[in-house]
Every structure is written in C-alpha cells, then in structure tokens.
C-alpha cells in the first residue's frame, strides 16, 4: 500500500499539528537531506508493504513544530552517528536488517519512551513512537494493520455502520 503526502497530513491533523500550513507541505519541495535517517528507521519499522515511505516521512517531519522536528533530527543524528560507529557507514546505507539489528542492539525494542534518557530511550521516543505513531494514525497505515479508521480521520461512524451490516449479512 502506498503511503502519500496526504496521509502524512492526516497524521498530523490526528495529533492536532496540522493548521493552514500544512496544504504548502503537498508542494514538491526538494527533501530534506538530514531526514534520511529518519526514513531509514521508518523503512525498518514499518511493514515491509508499506511504500511511498520516504515522501510520507519528509511531509510528516515537515509538519512537525519546530522544536519537535529540532529533536527528532538531533536524535536521528545521534543514531546516525551510532551506525557510522558500528557498521562504518551511515544508518541509510544498512539494508534492512541490519538497521533492525542496530536498533535492537542498542535495546530500542525494550526501552522506556523518555526524551531525556540515554540514546535508546530517546530514540524509542522521537524516532520509533513519532514514526509509529504517525503511521498508525494515517489512513493508508491504518488500512495496512487492519484498522479502519484510525484516530482523527473521518468517517468512523460510517465506517463503524458499514462494518456492522456487513456482520449482520
């Protein structure tokens, strides 16, 4: 399933970020080069059907208030900095399971969520839950796990009768 810009602003207006600005985010900007770590963890936590990760994450991270984003990209440099320390080369540049193994060895799997922790707790809580958060919270996300309609999005009364009728045959 594709994930889309749009889905990342949902995401955002899930969590109450999302205002008038964020229509400017659907732009075709040119990407933020310090976000490919950020993608890079979200192509490791996310199921592997989800596509369309790297423009959703950039739109996401893009709506974020400023000292949320400041954060989130501090940490992202943290770990970044960790993989170029284990595996000689940056977080992105890992395949898949080697960035799994990165993160469960660093205890990201177990960590207690604290932006004020060391390392894996502070990646547990800006990178892992943000990423989490943002993709459960999209429609498209939601769709993937099997939750129709996530928080925030349109539609659950609907969605909730459609479901039941279809129960009732």
């Known amino acids: 399933m594709d994930l889309s810009r749009r889905d990342a602003l949902a995401a955002l207006a899930a969590a109450g970020i999302a205002g008038a600005a964020g229509a400017t985010l659907l732009d075709d ?37 400023d000292d949320r984003r400041d954060d989130v990209l501090d940490v992202a440099t943290e770990l970044d900095a960790t993989a170029r320390d284990w595996f000689d080369a940056p977080l992105a540049d890992l395949d898949r399971a080697t960035r799994d193994r990165l993160l469960r060895e660093l205890g990201v799997d177990a960590a207690d969520p604290d932006p004020d922790g060391n390392l894996s707790d502070r990646v547990r809580f800006f990178l892992v839950n943000e990423l989490l958060y943002a993709f459960y919270a999209s429609p498209t996300g939601g769709r993937l796990v099997g939750i129709e309609n996530p928080t925030g999005y349109p539609g659950g009364t609907e969605s909730y009768r459609r479901a039941r009728m279809e129960d009732d045959g």
């Open 29 to 65: 900007a040119d990407p933020d080069p310090d976000l490919t770590t950020l993608v890079a963890v979200a192509e490791t936590v996310y199921p592997s059907a989800a596509d369309g990760v790297e423009p959703f994450v950039e739109t996401y991270a893009a709506g974020l208030p």
